[in-house]
C-alpha cells in the first residue's frame, strides 16, 4: 500500500514538471522500470504470440481478427495492471548475506526468523512401526492423506493440524492420491485400488486395476490413472466408473510414474532408461525418450508443463524440455528416490535421508543448489512432495513424515475459484458441480493442448526452381572440381589419372541431378502431348477419345 | 540472512461475521489454470446444447377470429398492440402481453385485405375486397389497461367507398397521408373522402404497398404484374420498375437502412435490393420450400421475419442467404402475415388456422428481468459458443433445427431440383460453342427487366 502511494506521488510531481516544460522527454528510471515489469506481466496474460495477419488475403477476415487481437493485447495489460490490487501477497525468499551461503542456512536458522504461524509447519511426525510413508496434498494444499506402507491411512487438515480421520486397513498400502476434493481419496493396496470417503468409508473396490503400484488423479478429467504390476495402465473416470482406456505397456514394471499437469498426459519411467508418455485414448505411446542409461528412478514435471526432470539409478539428473527432446538442458550429477517441482519451480530430489532444492535463478532454465536439509541417518526418504500454496515442503520416510520450509516455492496467491484453501463446504460443494459442468473429455490429452481449435497447417511441398537447381549442381560440380586427391605410390599418380577420376568426380556429382531432370521434363513433354492431342478435338468429344485410340 | 515465507492468516483470508459475503481472492496466472482451451471449448458445447435445451419460441396464440387472418398491422405507439383482420370481415386489436382481444372494429363485408395504423398511434385504417376503406379511432392505451374481460366494439371515424376492391393499405410515417393498392395505388388523406393521387403503370392488381420510413414520400409497391414499382410522391410520378419471373407477395424497407428493401417472392426465396440499383439484389435469401406470403423487418434493421405458404415462419440476417430459425407447429396452418415487435423480441404470425401466434425471436432467450450474474452469465455462454462455433460439434448442434416431414422432404428435394438445373445447365454449356452460353448469378437470374 505504501508503495503504491509512493508511485502516484511521483506520478504527480512528473505531471508538474511535464507542465512547466523542464522535463518532457526525459523518463525517470523508475517508471522505465515500472513499465518494464509491466511488460513482463503483459507477456504471461497474452498466452503466447499472436496470429500472423500479414499473410491474410481476406481483408474482412483480417479486420475482424486485429479487433480481436487488439481486444487480447488490451485485456492482458488491464490484467497486468490490476495485478497489484487483486494480488496482494508477496512470496517468499531466502537471500544469504556477506559470505553466507543459502544451501547452509538450516532449518532451525529459518525457524529463528519466521512468524510463529509459519514455524509450525516445521515438524517431524514419527510413526516408526507402520512406514515408510507417501502422501498426496489436495489442489488448494489445505488437506494432506497419507499411507503407511504397513496400512496405516489417515487424512490431516493442515491448517490447523487436525487429523480428520485415521485408520487402519491391515494390508499393504503402495500409493494414496486424492480425488477431486478432500472429501475421497484412493489407496492402492496390496491386491486392488480402493476409493475411500473422509469418514474411512470403504466406497469402491476397483478390482479391473489390479496390484497397483502407482496411482494419479487427472483433476481436469476426473480420471483415475493407475500402473499396475504388470504394467498394464489403467484409466477410470471417477464419475460414471466406465474404465476409459486399460493399455499395456509391454515395457516391465515400473513405479516410476506422473502426471504432467499442464496436458494430462501420464509420463512413466522404465527400467530401461526410457521415459514413455500417454494418454487415454491410444494404445501405443505418444512418445518415448531414451533419458539414462540406467533404469529411471524418478519423474517430475515443472507446472508450466514445459520442464521434466528425471533421475536415473547411474547418478544422473536430467531436466528436458518437452518442446525441443533431442538433448537434455541440463545435466546435473546425483542419485534421486523421488523428485519433485514447487508451483515456482523449485526442485526438490530426496535420496537417502537427505533432500536437496534446486532452483532456476538464472532464469535461463539452469537448476543449481537452491538448500539442503538432512534427516536422521537411517531414515530412508521415499517421497517428497511441496505443499501447494505455502512454502512447504513434506518429506516421506520411513520413520514417519516431516515437513520443512522452503521459502518462494509456493505460489503466494491463491484464485478463490481454482484452489481455495480457506474454502467453506458450500463453496466446495458448488465448485464441485462446477467442476463436473466443465469436465474434460479424455480425447482432450494431447501433447500441446493449445493446439485445439486451430486449424492444422496446409501441408506444402516446395520444389526448388530449375535456378536453384542449376546453382546447386554447379556448386556440386565445383568442389568436386577443387577436392584435393590422396598422393598415391609412385606410377600411380599418373596427371592422366588424375584428370580421368576427376571426371568421374564431376559426373558422379551432377548425377542426381540430372536424373531429377530428365524425370521431370519427361513428365512435362509427356503432358504437352496429351494437351496437344485433345485441343483438337471439341469438349464435348473428348471422352471418346481414349476409346478411339483403343481401337 | 533475509527471509520470508508465505504466511497466511485465517482473520484476513476469511469473513468475520456470517452475515458477510465470503472474501473472493483473484489470480488470473495463466499457469495455475491448465488446459484452459480445452474447458473453453466443452464449455462452448455445453452453452450450445443449453442453448438447443430451452430453445422454446413458441409462447402462445391468439384465438378469436373465426376465419384466416389476412393481415395483421403494428401499433407504433403501443408495445403491447397489435391490429389483426381476418377473411371474414372482422378486426381485432390484441393484447399482446395477456394474449386477449381488447376490442373489435366490425364493419366490412368480405375479407379485410389491409390495415394499417398512423405513426401516433390514434387512427386504425383498413380496406377490403369490399371497396370500402375504414378509418378508426384507436381506443387509448388506458382501455387495454383496464381488466374487464368484456369486448368492446368501435364504430368507424370515416367510411370512403371507392370503385374496386382493395389489396393492401399502408400508412405514411409522421404524416396523414395513406397508399391504398388495388387496380392501381392510391394515395389518401386522412380528411378527404377521395384520393388525393391515383397512380396506375401496367393493368393488374396491385398487392402490396410499403412506404419508406426514411423518406416518408417514397413508397414501394408489388404487382401480379411480377413487378415491382417504387413511386415518389414528391413528383407525383413513378421511379422504376422492376420485372421479375415471378411475383412478389410482400415488400418491406429495412428501417435502419431506407434505401434497401426486401420481396417475399413465389419462388421461395426472398431478394433484398437497394432501390438505388434495381438491375441486381444485394442478397437472395433461399430457406422456404413454398411461396413466401408476407414479410416484416425488425426495428433493428438486422433481420426480418418471413411467412410461407409452407406452414412455417423463417427468421433470416439482413444479409445472410440462409434462415437463422424456424419456427413451425403441428397446427399451424398456411402463414399469411407476420410482424416483429417493435422491441424486437417477439414475433407474430397470423395462418390460416384463424389464430394470432406469439413466438420469441431469440427461441432460447430468458424471459423476464435478468440479474447481472445471470446476464454476465448468458454473455460469457454466447462469447464461448461464439469463439468455438467453427468446430464441427459446436456447429453440429447450433445448426440442428428439426423440421417436419413434409418441409425435409420438399427442401430434399427443391435441392435435388435445383442441382439437376445446375447440372444441365453445365451440360448445355460444355456442348455449345465457347461464349455462347453464359450462367448469370442467381442474384442476377430472376430479374426479366428495369424500366425507368
Redesign the interface.
Known amino acids: 500500500m505504501f508503495l503504491c502511494f509512493m508511485f502516484m506521488s511521483k506520478k504527480v510531481k512528473m505531471g508538474v514538471k511535464a507542465e512547466n516544460g523542464t522535463l518532457t522527454k526525459i523518463v525517470p528510471p523508475l517508471e522505465q522500470q515500472l513499465s518494464e515489469e509491466i511488460d513482463l506481466k503483459v507477456k504471461?496474460?497474452l498466452?503466447g504470440e499472436g496470429a500472423n495477419l500479414e499473410i491474410l488475403q481476406d481483408k474482412k477476415l483480417k479486420g475482424q481478427l486485429s479487433v480481436r487481437e487488439e481486444l487480447y493485447g488490451r485485456s492482458a495489460k488491464q490484467?497486468a495492471k490490476t495485478?497489484k490490487w487483486?494480488?496482494p501477497?508477496?512470496?517468499?525468499?531466502?537471500?544469504?548475506?556477506g559470505i553466507?551461503k543459502t544451501w547452509r542456512?538450516r532449518q532451525e536458522?529459518?525457524a529463528r526468523?519466521?512468524?510463529i504461524?509459519?514455524s509450525r509447519?516445521q515438524f517431524d511426525i514419527t510413526l516408526p512401526n507402520l512406514g515408510p510413508y507417501t502422501m498426496d496434498f489436495t489442489s488448494s494444499g489445505r488437506y494432506m492423506t497419507f499411507g503407511g506402507k504397513k496400512g496405516h491411512l489417515a487424512i490431516v487438515d493442515m491448517?490447523n493440524m487436525n487429523l480428520v480421520k485415521e485408520f487402519q486397513v491391515r494390508e499393504t498400502v503402495r500409493d494414496v492420491v486424492f480425488l477431486h476434493n478432500e472429501l475421497f481419496f484412493a489407496a492402492a493396496q496390496k491386491k486392488y485400488p480402493y476409493i475411500y470417503n473422509r469418514d474411512g468409508t470403504e466406497l469402491h473396490c476397483l478390482k479391473e486395476h489390479g496390484a497397483v503400484s502407482r496411482l494419479q488423479f487427472l483433476k481436469?478429467h476426473f480420471l483415475l490413472a493407475s500402473l499396475n504390476k504388470s504394467g498394464q495402465l489403467h484409466y477410470q473416470d471417477v464419475t460414471m466408473g466406465e474404465m476409459v482406456g486399460n493399455y499395456k505397456t509391454g515395457v516391465g514394471r515400473t513405479d516410476v510414474m506422473k502426471v504432467n499437469?499442464?496436458?494430462?498426459v501420464v509420463a512413466l519411467g522404465h527400467s530401461g532408461g526410457t521415459v514413455s508418455m500417454w494418454k487415454p485414448t491410444s494404445s501405443a505411446p505418444l512418445l518415448k525418450i531414451l533419458c539414462h542409461r540406467g533404469p529411471v528412478s524418478a519423474l517430475a514435471f515443472h507446472?508450466?508443463?514445459h520442464l521434466m526432470a528425471t533421475a536415473g539409478k547411474e547418478k544422473k539428473i536430467k531436466l528436458w524440455d518437452l518442446r525441443k527432446l533431442d538433448s537434455e538442458l541440463q545435466n546435473l550429477p546425483g542419485h534421486a528416490n523421488t523428485l519433485d517441482f514447487s508451483?515456482k519451480g523449485l526442485l526438490a530430489r530426496g535420496t537417502g535421508s537427505s533432500v536437496q532444492v534446486l532452483g532456476d535463478f538464472s532464469g535461463a532454465q539452469n537448476y543449481s543448489r537452491y538448500m539442503n536439509h538432512s534427516m536422521v541417518k537411517g531414515y530412508q526418504i521415499g517421497k517428497v512432495l511441496f505443499r501447494p500454496?505455502?512454502?512447504v515442503l513434506a518429506i516421506g520416510h520411513s520413520m514417519g513424515w516431516s515437513s520443512i520450509?522452503i521459502?518462494g516455492s509456493?505460489?503466494?496467491?491463491?484464485?478463490?475459484?481454482?484452489?481455495?484453501?480457506?474454502e467453506?463446504s458450500k463453496?466446495r460443494s458448488e465448485k464441485e458441480v462446477r467442476s463436473l459442468?466443465?469436465?474434460?473429455?479424455p480425447e482432450?490429452i494431447m501433447l500441446d493442448?493449445?493446439k485445439?481449435?486451430t486449424l492444422r497447417p496446409a501441408k506444402k511441398k516446395e520444389k526448388p526452381t530449375k535456378q536453384e537447381r542449376e546453382d546447386e549442381m554447379e556448386a556440386a560440380i565445383e568442389s568436386a572440381k577443387d577436392m584435393d586427391f590422396k598422393r598415391k605410390t609412385k606410377g600411380r599418380n599418373k596427371p592422366s589419372k588424375k584428370v580421368k577420376k576427376r571426371q568421374e568426380l564431376v559426373a558422379k556429382a551432377k548425377r542426381p541431378f540430372l536424373g531429377q531432370n530428365t524425370k521431370e521434363e519427361e513428365l512435362l513433354a509427356r503432358k504437352k502431348q496429351k494437351t496437344s492431342e485433345e485441343v483438337e478435338l471439341p469438349?464435348?468429344l473428348q471422352r471418346f477419345a481414349k476409346k478411339k485410340a483403343a481401337t | 540472512?533475509?527471509?520470508?515465507?508465505?504466511?497466511?492468516?485465517?482473520d484476513e483470508?476469511?469473513r468475520e461475521r456470517s452475515q458477510d459475503l465470503?472474501?473472493?481472492?483473484?489470480?488470473?496466472?495463466?499457469?495455475?489454470?491448465?488446459?484452459?482451451?480445452?474447458?473453453e471449448?466443452?464449455?462452448a458445447l455445453?452453452a450450445a446444447k443449453l442453448e438447443k435445451i430451452f430453445a422454446r419460441p413458441f409462447i402462445g396464440a391468439m384465438d378469436g377470429h373465426i376465419d384466416a387472418v389476412s393481415c395483421m398491422a403494428k401499433n407504433p405507439n403501443h408495445l403491447k398492440g397489435i391490429f389483426s383482420g381476418s377473411m371474414d370481415g372482422d378486426i381485432r386489436l390484441w393484447d399482446i402481453a395477456t394474449r386477449r382481444t381488447v376490442c373489435k372494429f366490425p364493419g366490412h363485408q368480405g375479407a379485410v385485405k389491409g390495415l394499417a395504423a398512423s405513426t401516433d398511434g390514434r387512427i386504425l385504417v383498413s380496406c377490403g375486397t369490399d371497396s370500402i376503406v375504414r378509418l378508426w379511432n384507436v381506443p387509448s392505451s388506458s382501455t387495454m389497461e383496464s381488466n374487464d374481460s368484456s369486448e368492446k366494439s368501435v364504430q368507424p371515424l370515416e367510411e370512403y367507398v371507392w370503385k374496386n376492391a382493395f389489396w393492401a393499405v399502408d400508412h405514411q410515417w409522421d404524416g396523414d397521408r395513406f397508399a391504398t393498392a388495388g387496380a392501381g395505388v392510391q394515395i389518401w388523406n386522412h380528411n378527404k373522402s377521395a384520393p388525393e393521387k391515383t397512380f396506375e403503370w401496367g393493368t393488374d392488381t396491385v398487392i402490396s404497398v410499403r412506404f419508406n420510413p426514411g423518406e416518408p414520400n417514397i413508397l414501394a409497391t408489388t404487382a401480379s404484374d411480377r413487378s415491382i414499382v417504387l413511386y415518389d410522391l414528391r413528383m407525383s410520378s413513378e421511379i422504376t420498375k422492376l420485372i421479375m419471373r415471378t411475383r412478389n407477395n410482400s415488400i418491406a424497407w429495412n428501417p435502419m437502412e431506407p434505401i434497401n428493401f426486401t420481396a417475399a417472392n413465389e419462388d421461395c426465396n426472398c431478394y433484398s435490393y437497394d432501390a438505388r440499383k434495381l438491375n441486381e439484389a444485394k442478397c437472395v435469401h433461399k430457406d422456404h420450400v413454398s411461396a413466401v406470403m408476407d414479410i416484416d423487418y425488425s426495428p433493428t434493421g438486422r433481420e426480418f421475419v418471413t411467412g410461407s405458404y409452407d406452414r412455417t415462419v423463417r427468421i433470416f440476417p439482413y444479409n445472410g442467404g440462409h434462415s437463422r430459425e424456424i419456427y413451425h407447429t403441428k397446427r399451424m396452418q398456411r402463414v399469411f402475415c407476420v410482424k416483429f415487435s417493435c422491441d424486437a423480441t417477439y414475433v407474430i404470425s397470423g395462418s390460416d388456422d384463424t389464430n394470432l401466434r406469439l413466438w420469441k425471436a431469440k427461441a432460447s432467450e430468458q424471459l423476464g428481468v435478468l440479474l447481472p450474474r445471470e446476464q454476465k452469465r448468458h454473455d460469457y455462454n454466447e462469447a464461448v459458443k461464439n469463439?468455438?462455433k467453427?468446430?464441427p460439434e459446436v456447429k453440429r448442434i447450433v445448426r440442428h433445427r428439426h423440421l417436419p416431414k413434409p418441409i425435409f422432404k420438399a427442401a430434399a428435394l427443391r435441392r435435388t431440383m435445383i442441382e439437376a438445373e445446375r447440372r444441365k445447365e453445365e451440360r448445355r454449356k460444355?456442348?455449345s460453342a465457347p461464349g455462347s452460353i453464359t450462367t448469370k448469378p442467381l442474384r442476377k437470374r430472376r430479374i426479366i427487366k428495369v424500366e425507368e
Open positions: 504471461k496474460y498466452r490484467a495485478e487483486l494480488m501477497s508477496e512470496g517468499g525468499y531466502l537471500e544469504a548475506e553466507e542456512i536458522d529459518i526468523e519466521v512468524d504461524s509459519s509447519n491448517k481436469n499437469p499442464f496436458n494430462g507446472p508450466n508443463g508451483q500454496y505455502e512454502d520450509l521459502p509456493g505460489e503466494p496467491n491463491f484464485d478463490s475459484w481454482v484452489a481455495n484453501p480457506f467453506t463453496q459442468l466443465d469436465k474434460l473429455p482432450t493442448p493449445t485445439i481449435g469438349v464435348s | 540472512m533475509k527471509v520470508k515465507v508465505i504466511s497466511r492468516s485465517t483470508f476469511t465470503q472474501r473472493v481472492f483473484r489470480n488470473f496466472d495463466p499457469s495455475i489454470r491448465t488446459q484452459e482451451k480445452a474447458t471449448y466443452v464449455r455445453n469463439r468455438y467453427h468446430l460444355v456442348h
